[in-house]
């Protein structure tokens, strides 16, 4: 598997650590479900889906979309950006 | 028997070779299956299951029978197929599966009781006592069925792993291999043409057909010629690509050394990883048996291995060929033996209507009712459309028509389409992205029909690319059709083989389908058709069709097993090349290295990291020696020691403070300049991640610490902190682990110590940091302890580490001190209830480390909201010191609590011990562990039962802190 790293461009995974599904952190302080779903619950899409990478070499938190069912790899774009 | 005149191989038999015991000789070029028959040798293997004699039956990599172990001792390499492996001088092979020899073998009674022995027999017999499966029936049948042994010995020689890239791969280099290839190349394409076979060419090697006039195999060398001269083109010969993967990654497989004898420069085996952005696939088709009784004789073989035999290795695998078919194929091998001298006696042909030759019988309805011949073939019975007789012949050759060699195309999940026509699996269209197939693996035999093919996916996957494609016209060749009529089974009784490898007869197929076993995936496991080395190469398609008839389902309905990576085996030592012992891990070494090696410092691994263990002194014999005098040392002197690999993250920036607030359980906002802070780390979900100090430098400048075990993590976790959850926050963060040396400096003589070192006397308080200058170098002090003691640590740039170590080590022991290691360490650590990882292992909580109330209210921070969960912060186990109160004295880490009068088992545990030792300080075994509500039970007495060592200790509960619990000594 290989994922385009915006800065330092294609590589291969095992530059990588995979982290999880690309979510928004609750903005409550306290315990709740918003805060339930963000750590445990997820979706298992057939098709596509948005997770966070860290590009080891570079320090680079990506937002990578891709396909589960096709594994085609979309893009990539730094998490500090909003990964769009 | 070598024919004269016959062949590619040039030179005479200068090469001498083994095979049980026996020498013979044999050329270069050979393989052993080639150099065996050259030397009449017919009997090569036993079977699997029943110990029956077994022959050569294929030129390929499909080899279902001649499997043999090559190499002795570690060397030793099992189930090596006879017909890959290529002859060199010295080259020392051995028969398998067989006892006392490949000629008498003892089992073979396993034969004669085979009405007994069929599919599902084991499931079926084996079943009471329960217990005599492991201790005695299953080591009896795996003695008495297999294949090759391992030696036992750690294998020493080299494999490797490697990379490659290319625009266009080509899979297999025979007529379509070879013009898909020298089209994508003409056109400046980067082309890598892969092909499992030592020497280039395909069936051009193996056939008499002339292309562009000439020999197919000149023509191919022709090919070759002009691509080795490209520098746009990679041959890998001996290479089998073993597998497709996403986005264009095929594993390859080379054969780098195993030609040669072992202990040269070449590594055995290279495991490839080719990235291609499209790829080829031309790896042609593999023949079929038919399964007619006693099918399976030394002697019998696939009518194309025959040609390939005689057309390229001059070799005649018999002295009275027979040929058995459903097509073609038989009347071109007979005309192929008769060109060469060799006596044909005929060609039985199953269909109605089939070429007549003047110079060989044939039988048309012909059909192989049996065969006959101890150790190989001497006579076959056949049946025609005229009658039957008996025909005495030392070599059948056979065709039951030809499969694709598709099995690439199902590796991304992609089933294989029947085509009646041709009576074959072909390729799903767009099975694998970026992948086209091109002749016989598409189904299209003909060598002017591959020719074409080649050169059209060349086009096509150029214009892809939008690379212009060369004018490049087909060779002329043959284009002959192919006329098949289906025969997977010759009718009536006997034991008709379709997996010669793993011994499954039409039989236990049928006998399967009887059971309910109907499924084909359900038949597969139960008679184990296709689950040998070689995945039922020459066998799946005629056992689904068996199963298709005994079902009364057409070969459609029933569909295929799907093949899975790899296509033909692979060694674990090629795959996992470079991991063997410290493989290509780096070595981390800290700036005082060298120096403790020269104190005789064993090492211990952190990591990646080495940090020395303790530093041995005259007389010392055992690390407790060493180790309770440096805790002495560190209690009433001075020690040094490294710290180093403790991770190092400069925090800087308007917003550092409202970042570390963030990512700290407890405030870092509040630290005054100058003064360092305890802190701790939680994961989102309420746990503990890490603990460490907080330093504040400047007025947006800190520098945190992490424990050397987390500070990859911790780095990734605040680049996560900074990118993903604050964005908003203006800070930096970086790494400055390996830019700094640092060594802590405890002991009550330790401000004396420093007093010698710098030219300016610092005054610290607890907790306080300042630049200094340390022999004319800018560095960082910190009054921080580990040990309890009065402590610094002295933090230089690291290329000033080595000096200062050394400097330190001298001063200390000027003092009455020295330097101390890792167990010292930990001694001194845990005497003080301080933590390390073995508490801190990712399912604790600040509660029950007793570190709860760090957690600030007035701010959020990572972990807050899961941390405030229920069930986080009562009714925990909880951090405990552990001492020795009976008569067993010895704690250990990792031993389970228990109520005194409780049984040791596992349900009645209240809680484990983390970290032991023995406390030279107090003169008595320590340990810290987690207890059910432990903080309410100071004074309790548990037991501590550590089952891997035979241990049951009485232990009063105590206080983490051992020693100096108002910490009086560390405030000097």
Known sequence: MRLPCPHCGVRDRREFTYQGAALARPDSPDWGEAWDDYLHNRDNPAGETRDLWYHDPCGTWLVVTRDTVSHAVHGAAPAAEGGA | ??????????????????????????????????????????????????????????????????????????????????????????????????????????????????????????????MWPRGFWEKLYEPIIRRAAGLGALSGAANEDRYEKAFAFCDVLVIGAGPAGLMAALTAARAGADVILADEDQRMGGRTLAETHQIDGAPGHVWAGEVLDE???????????????????????????????????????????????????????????????????????????????VRAYLNRWGVAPGQAVTLFANNDDAHRTATDLLDAGVKVVGVIDSRDEAPVSPDYETFLRGRVTGTAGRHGLEEITIAHKSGGRTIRTDCLAVSGGWNPTLHLTSHLGARPEWAPGRAAFLPAKGAVPGLRVAGAARGTFSTAGCLAEGIQAARRTLADLDIAAPDIAAPEAEDAPYRIKALWQVPGDGRKWLDLQNDVTVKDVELAARENFRSVEHMKRYTTQGMATDQGKISNVAALAVLAEATGRGVAETGTTTFRPPFSPVSIAAMGAGGQGEGFAPRRLTTSHAASLERGAPMLEAGLWYRPAYFPRLGETTWRQSCDREVGMVREAVGVTDVSTLGKIDVQGPDAAAFLDFVYANRMSTLAEGRVRYGIMLREDGFVMDDGTCARLGPAHYLVTTTTAAAGQVMRHLDFARQVLRPDLDVGIASATEQWAQFAVAGPRAGALLADLLDDPVELPLMGAAEIEVAGVRGRLFRISFSGELGYEIAVPARFGAALFRLLVTLAEGQGGGAYGMEALNVLRIEKGFLTHAELHGRTTAHDLGLGRMMATGKDFVGRAAAGRPGLCEDREELVGLRPAGAVKQLTAGGFLFAPDAPPERVHAQGYTTSACFSPTLGTGLALGFLRDGRARHGETVKMVDHLRGLSVLCEVCDPVFFDPDGGRARG
Not at chain 2, 50 to 60: E, K, L
Not at chain 2, 269 to 291: D, K, S, T, Y
């Open chain 2, 1 to 126: 028997m070598r024919v004269a005149g016959k062949g590619l191989l040039e030179g005479g038999d200068d090469i001498a070779f083994r095979f049980d015991g026996t020498t013979y000789r044999g050329r270069a070029g050979d393989t052993l299956a080639s150099a065996l028959l050259a030397n009449d040798v017919r009997l090569v293997a036993r079977s699997f299951k029943y110990h029956r004699p077994r022959g050569v039956f294929t030129a390929g990599s499909e080899e279902p029978n001649a499997l043999v172990t090559v190499g002795r001792g570690a060397a030793q390499v099992p189930n090596v197929r006879a017909t890959v492996q290529e002859v060199y001088d010295g080259l020392d092979t051995r028969s398998q599966n067989a006892w006392p020899s490949l000629k008498h073998d003892a089992l073979a009674i396993n034969d004669a009781l085979s009405p007994f022995l069929g599919a599902g027999f084991y499931y079926k017999t084996f």
């Open chain 2, 227 to 305: 691509l080795a001269g490209m520098e746009n083109v990679r041959l890998m010969p001996r290479t089998t690509i073993t597998g497709a993967y996403d986005q264009g990654t095929y594993g390859a497989l080379e054969r780098v050394g195993l030609h040669r004898p072992p202990g040269g420069a070449l590594p055995r085996e290279g495991f490839w990883r080719i990235v291609a952005r499209r790829a080829i696939l031309c790896a042609g088709a593999i023949e079929r048996h038919v399964a007619f009784p006693d099918n399976d004789r030394p002697g019998i073989m696939a009518a194309s291995a």
